[in-house]
Protein backbone atom coordinates (compact mmCIF):
# COMPACT_ATOMS: atom_id res chain seq x y z
CA UNK A 1 0.00 0.00 0.00
CA UNK A 2 1.67 3.53 -0.95
CA UNK A 3 1.45 5.71 1.93
CA UNK A 4 3.06 9.31 2.09
CA UNK A 5 3.23 10.76 5.83
CA UNK A 6 4.60 14.47 6.21
CA UNK A 7 5.97 15.78 9.44
CA UNK A 8 7.95 18.65 10.82
CA UNK A 9 5.30 21.54 10.32
CA UNK A 10 4.36 24.10 13.61
CA UNK A 11 4.76 27.61 14.27
CA UNK A 12 7.72 29.55 13.13
CA UNK A 13 8.52 33.58 13.07
CA UNK A 14 8.89 35.14 9.65
CA UNK A 15 12.47 34.87 8.23
CA UNK A 16 12.71 31.78 10.38
CA UNK A 17 13.29 28.40 8.76
CA UNK A 18 11.26 24.86 8.82
CA UNK A 19 12.26 21.34 7.06
CA UNK A 20 9.49 19.17 6.32
CA UNK A 21 9.74 15.63 6.08
CA UNK A 22 7.77 13.23 3.97
CA UNK A 23 8.53 9.24 4.37
CA UNK A 24 7.26 7.35 1.65
CA UNK A 25 6.63 3.47 1.80
CA UNK A 26 4.60 1.04 -0.28
CA UNK A 27 6.87 1.95 -3.55
CA UNK A 28 10.55 2.30 -5.09
CA UNK A 29 11.28 5.64 -4.18
CA UNK A 30 13.80 6.12 -6.92
CA UNK A 31 11.28 5.29 -9.01
CA UNK A 32 9.08 8.37 -9.47
CA UNK A 33 9.18 11.71 -9.17
CA UNK A 34 7.77 13.43 -5.16
CA UNK A 35 6.09 16.74 -4.96
CA UNK A 36 5.46 19.47 -2.19
CA UNK A 37 2.26 21.53 -2.22
CA UNK A 38 0.29 23.44 -0.48
CA UNK A 39 -2.83 25.11 0.23
CA UNK A 40 -4.00 28.07 2.50
CA UNK A 41 -7.42 28.86 3.79
CA UNK A 42 -9.38 30.13 1.29
CA UNK A 43 -6.89 29.94 -1.70
CA UNK A 44 -6.13 27.33 -4.10
CA UNK A 45 -3.82 24.07 -4.13
CA UNK A 46 -0.24 25.25 -5.25
CA UNK A 47 2.48 23.43 -6.07
CA UNK A 48 5.74 24.36 -4.63
CA UNK A 49 8.91 22.19 -5.37
CA UNK A 50 9.51 18.18 -6.77
CA UNK A 51 12.48 16.40 -7.24
CA UNK A 52 13.06 13.39 -9.82
CA UNK A 53 14.38 10.92 -7.66
CA UNK A 54 16.51 8.89 -10.27
CA UNK A 55 18.90 11.96 -11.31
CA UNK A 56 17.97 14.41 -8.23
CA UNK A 57 16.55 17.25 -10.88
CA UNK A 58 14.36 19.97 -9.19
CA UNK A 59 11.78 22.37 -9.63
CA UNK A 60 10.55 25.24 -8.02
CA UNK A 61 7.67 27.64 -8.39
CA UNK A 62 8.75 31.14 -7.99
CA UNK A 63 7.24 31.80 -5.33
CA UNK A 64 9.73 29.59 -2.96
CA UNK A 65 12.64 30.01 -5.57
CA UNK A 66 15.83 30.69 -3.76
CA UNK A 67 14.30 30.41 -0.10
CA UNK A 68 13.10 26.40 -0.44
CA UNK A 69 15.18 23.45 -1.24
CA UNK A 70 13.85 19.59 -1.84
CA UNK A 71 16.08 16.89 -0.67
CA UNK A 72 15.82 13.11 -0.65
CA UNK A 73 17.45 10.12 1.27
CA UNK A 74 16.94 6.99 -0.84
CA UNK A 75 17.74 4.67 2.19
CA UNK A 76 15.73 6.23 4.33
CA UNK A 77 12.65 6.45 1.65
CA UNK A 78 12.37 10.45 2.78
CA UNK A 79 11.65 13.55 0.98
CA UNK A 80 12.35 17.04 2.38
CA UNK A 81 11.38 20.78 2.28
CA UNK A 82 14.04 23.00 3.81
CA UNK A 83 12.15 26.09 4.05
CA UNK A 84 14.09 29.11 4.77
CA UNK A 85 13.13 32.78 4.77
CA UNK A 86 9.56 31.89 5.58
CA UNK A 87 6.39 34.86 4.77
CA UNK A 88 3.04 34.85 6.47
CA UNK A 89 2.47 34.06 3.02
CA UNK A 90 3.95 31.08 3.16
CA UNK A 91 1.08 29.97 5.75
CA UNK A 92 -0.62 26.55 4.57
CA UNK A 93 -1.42 22.66 4.84
CA UNK A 94 1.90 20.96 3.20
CA UNK A 95 1.38 17.80 1.23
CA UNK A 96 3.65 15.78 -0.56
CA UNK A 97 2.75 13.49 -3.26
CA UNK A 98 3.65 10.54 -5.67
CA UNK A 99 3.76 11.42 -9.47
CA UNK A 100 2.43 8.76 -11.96
CA UNK A 101 6.16 8.95 -13.36
CA UNK A 102 9.36 8.72 -12.71
CA UNK A 103 10.46 11.22 -15.13
CA UNK A 104 7.81 15.14 -14.37
CA UNK A 105 8.46 17.77 -12.50
CA UNK A 106 5.47 19.39 -13.33
CA UNK A 107 3.43 20.82 -9.98
CA UNK A 108 -0.25 19.82 -11.68
CA UNK A 109 -2.31 18.04 -9.55
CA UNK A 110 -2.99 15.82 -11.95
CA UNK A 111 0.31 14.59 -12.59
CA UNK A 112 0.11 12.90 -8.92
CA UNK A 113 -1.43 9.90 -8.24
CA UNK A 114 -1.25 9.75 -3.94
CA UNK A 115 -1.18 12.14 -1.59
CA UNK A 116 -0.14 12.56 2.33
CA UNK A 117 -2.47 13.80 4.66
CA UNK A 118 -0.28 16.89 5.08
CA UNK A 119 1.05 19.06 7.80
CA UNK A 120 0.46 22.62 9.11
CA UNK A 121 3.25 25.42 8.70
CA UNK A 122 2.43 28.64 10.40
CA UNK A 123 4.34 31.65 10.02
CA UNK A 124 3.65 35.08 12.09
CA UNK A 125 5.09 37.92 11.32
Known sequence: EV???E?????VQAGGSLTLSCAASGFSLDDYA???FRQAPGKEHEGVSSIRISDGSTYYSDSVK????ISS?????TV??????LKPEDTA???CAKARSSWTLGL???LYNYWGLGTQVTVSS
Open 66 to 69: GRFT
Open 93 to 95: VYY
Open 3 to 5: QLV
Open 7 to 11: SGGGL
Open 73 to 77: DSAKK
Open 80 to 85: YLKMNS
Open 34 to 36: IGW
Open 108 to 110: TSF
